[in-house]
């Protein structure tokens, strides 16, 4: 099993930016994928951003050249920094983690909230 944390979210006005944390433990050696998903009422939970273990990074097309996802294999972290936010991009966060034999685990979100 994994324990995912996040951390960082919050209000912001359009233009701005946040930086979303989030820390895994557990079978974290199991690992092969980590990143941000996003979710808003009425919607299936989307892609934003995630990181292989290879260094390979994909991005949802709203967000690309926007928002930049990191991890750091060390310390079992992947943190998203999100730049020209808008409202738009107000969801739901979770971050999301994959074990190498596909098993998917989510932390419990934090919102982001872009005001006009």
């Known amino acids: 099993q994994v324990k995912l944390v996040e951390s960082g979210g919050g209000l912001v006005q359009t233009g701005g930016s946040l930086r979303l944390s989030c820390a895994a433990s557990g079978t974290v050696s199991s690992i092969n994928a980590m990143g941000w998903y996003r979710q808003v009422p009425d919607k299936e939970r989307e892609l934003v951003a995630v990181?292989?273990?290879?260094?390979?990074?994909n991005y949802a097309d709203s967000v690309k050249g926007r928002f930049t996802v990191y991890g750091d294999n060390a310390e079992n972290t992947v943190d998203l920094q999100m730049n020209s936010l808008k409202p738009e991009d107000t969801a739901v966060y979770y971050c999301y983690s994959r074990l190498n034999w596909g098993s998917p685990y989510w932390g419990q979100g934090t919102l982001v909230a872009v005001s006009a």
């Open positions: 990181l292989s273990s290879g260094g390979s990074a």
